[in-house]
């Protein structure tokens, strides 16, 4: 599904670009031929590292530079493109209006294509500075009405080990959560992208992970890419309880904790998310938290008579724009906190992200420290299909 998008992707921004602004250009046809081939090859970025270099389709064995520097010009041109589009769609009335000015016209339209084709990089050089910062503390407050005291919880999401981020990188995002003080740390998935092998000693800091009632967790459809029960063992060593549609009533059991595998464990032939056998057996008196990696499940959640879904995988949408896009393959969800019935669902901006594509843009990292306080559920209602709570129309 990932790579028929990214090809489906990769024809659009390359008909986009070539289209604006390669075919307009005055000189010869063979000249805007070979322009066109950086374009291409850039476009396909994904099929190109993967074909020449193999590896996983997620995770091309290439050098590190040139991940980097491919990641860095594929944003550049996602970001041309749709800057394109746009100025393209605004212009277009304006052919027709000043006809007689064309000439004109043309000369500032190249003046604008040139400075985007500057700017654009320079904007995504500054978005992937901070794709790879330190993420920082957000505290979030959510009410829950069969809450009998109390209750905080430091949530985790989208950590994505990998050869950019190494043990130092998690050793301070593991002291920066014991700050907090939780009652219990949550974990959303998408713990890395590689082996245990290759990453092992890049999620050690994890042992060190401190709450009143401990660190639990639930798998990301990353974590099924790099041997997801090899990872359990190795993060289970670590003190990490994995919930694989299954709940447990923490601490001193103010509330249900349960965790549901994810949907690309079916890659695998493993055993798919189930919300209701995770439920199974657990108190109807307590409010219930739901670990999902994947916020599109949230629907049924609220079938199942959840309180609150917490999920990463979205990245908080990378960047304005692009988040609407994410949101709309995930429900509506991208970022924030949103309600469905009475179900609640808060979908973390990450406390890191992927680095096939590390973007952030106006959409910072996060440690989410959550405050579950007794009360009525937020009278704001929210369709999930619109906009978070948190975010501004």
């Given at each position: ?83 394109l589009l746009v100025w393209e769609i605004l212009c277009f009335p304006l052919w027709f209006i000043y006809r007689k000015k064309r000439g004109e016209l043309r000369s500032f339209h190249n003046g604008f294509n040139l400075a985007l084709l500057l ?244 959409t910072p990292a996060e440690i989410t420290l959550i405050h579950l306080m007794p009360g009525s559920i937020y009278l704001y209602h929210v369709d999930a299909k619109q906009r978070s709570l948190h975010d501004k129309p």
């Open positions: 599904m990932f790579m028929k998008g990214t090809i489906l992707l990769g024809c659009l921004l390359f008909c986009i670009v070539v289209c604006s602004m390669i075919l307009p250009l005055r000189t010869r046809w063979w000249w805007k031929m070979l322009l066109c081939i950086p374009v291409g090859l850039v476009a396909f970025k994904f099929q190109v590292l993967y074909g020449i270099w193999g590896g996983h389709f997620f995770r091309p064995t290439v050098p590190a530079w040139l991940e980097l520097a491919s990641n860095w010009l594929y944003m550049s041109l996602l970001l041309l493109a749709f800057l700017g654009g990089p320079i904007i995504i050089a500054w978005g992937m500075h901070q794709a790879f910062a330190q993420p920082q503390v957000r505290e979030v407050v959510i009410n829950l009405p069969e809450l009998q005291q109390p209750v905080r919880l430091a949530m985790l999401a989208d950590l994505h080990a990998d050869r950019h981020k190494q043990a130092p990188f998690f050793r301070e995002i593991v002291a920066r959560t014991n700050a907090l003080q939780a009652d219990a740390i949550v974990i959303t998935g998408d713990f890395e992208d590689g082996t245990v092998s290759e990453l092992a000693p890049a999620l050690l800091p994890l042992r060190d992970l401190r709450s009143r009632w401990g660190t639990f967790a639930v798998h990301g459809n990353h974590d099924y890419f790099s041997g997801h029960e090899t990872w359990q063992r190795y993060l289970s060593g670590l003190g990490i309880r994995f919930l694989n549609n299954e709940h447990v009533l923490p601490g001193e059991g103010h509330i249900v904790l349960a965790g549901v595998t994810d949907p690309a464990a079916a890659r695998d032939n493993c055993t798919q998310p189930n919300i209701p056998q995770a439920l199974a057996g657990s108190p109807r008196n307590k409010p219930i938290i739901l670990l999902c990696h994947q916020p599109r499940l949230a629907r049924q959640a609220a079938q199942a008579g959840v309180d609150l879904q917490l999920s990463g995988h979205t990245h908080g949408g990378h960047a304005p724009g692009l988040r609407q896009l994410i949101a709309m393959c995930n429900e509506g969800l991208a970022r924030g906190l949103y309600r469905i019935g009475n179900t609640q669902i808060y979908v973390s901006n990450g406390t890191s992200l992927w680095s096939g594509f590390p973007l952030r843009l106006f």
